[in-house]
């Protein structure tokens, strides 16, 4: 005869298995990049790109960022609605800096470019939020 526990030790890990791949199914893969330039200390140009992955991505997510959707499945769209916690989330993963400053015919010219290169990102939507987690 079987015992009890067993049994259950069997259904609960079934579930949990069943409940990991629905969530992991459901999360999509994202690639984003953002960049801005500051001239003279002024900022002269910023973007942020956002394209769905078109391959699987490889790694393991990291710590995780979560927004407010409101219904919404756009990335971009969420991410323009609080684009200042975003900026601040991406600034603790790690940008290259490139700076560059001339003096020339006494007049003081510097250029200063922070990047984030392009990074796979996977996003799970939800009801009311979307949790966001880069991949290392």
């Known amino acids: 005869m079987r015992s009890r526990d067993g049994d259950r030790t ?19 893969e994202y690639l984003i990049s953002y960049s801005y330039t500051v001239k003279d200390a002024t900022l002269y140009n910023e973007t942020l790109h956002i394209s769905k992955a078109m391959k699987k991505c490889s790694g393991t997510p990291q710590k995780s960022f979560i ?11 969420i ?4 684009k200042d916690r975003f900026i601040n989330y991406i600034h603790k993963l790690g940008l ?10 006494y007049q ?22 979307a949790k ?4 290392k």
């Open 10 to 28: 069997f259904s609960l890990s079934l579930c949990s298995v069943i409940l990991f791949n629905s969530l992991a199914l459901n999360a999509s």
């Open 67 to 77: 927004f407010d959707t409101d219904g919404e499945e756009d990335l971009k769209k």
């Open 96 to 105: 290259h800096l490139m700076h560059d400053e001339k003096t020339q015919n």
């Open 132 to 135: 966001i987690a880069p991949l």
């Open 108 to 129: 003081y010219s510097s250029s200063t470019t922070l990047t984030l290169k392009t990074t796979c990102f996977k996003v799970d939507f939800n009801d009311n939020f």
């Open 79 to 82: 991410i323009s609605n609080d």
